[in-house]
């Protein structure tokens, strides 16, 4: 049985999610249209994304137009901050990069190693959730 690639839900005004394993663009399409389906709830209003990515192992250059799609498809509808939670690591950085775009007015994405930090930052700006760990999701 293949292993399950991410964990989604909202609470809240905040999407959250945890991304596992090497992603192929099936993957990407699947957590695309399942974000869209839990963002579709919070139209009308500013909300948050927080990920947690230290399980997330990449993905093949395929995902890359899909993100980017999901990315303008969420600024379009009102994401205002997004917090990626993963250690250090220059790969992750230049693809996450490449796919989601950070210098749009009104919109704001920061990287945290502790997702501590990337929860005390959200609720800093008016985003609060019960959730405090993602590790343990999924």
Known sequence: MPTKKFTLWREQHVLLARAKGGWNRLTAEDYSSQFKCMASQL?????????????????????????QELVHWCLQHQLRYVAQVY??????????????????????????????????????????????SLQQAG
């Open 87 to 132: 250690c250090p690591s220059m790969i992750k950085k230049y693809q996450l990069d490449k796919m989601i775009c950070d210098t749009r007015p009104g919109f704001e994405k920061r990287v945290y190693p502790q997702e501590h930090d990337a929860f005390a930052w959200l609720a800093s700006v008016g985003f609060t959730t019960e959730t405090s």
């Open 43 to 67: 139209i009308g209003q500013p909300w948050a994304h927080i990920v947690y990515l230290d399980d997330w192992e990449l993905g093949v250059p395929e995902i890359e137009p899909v993100i």
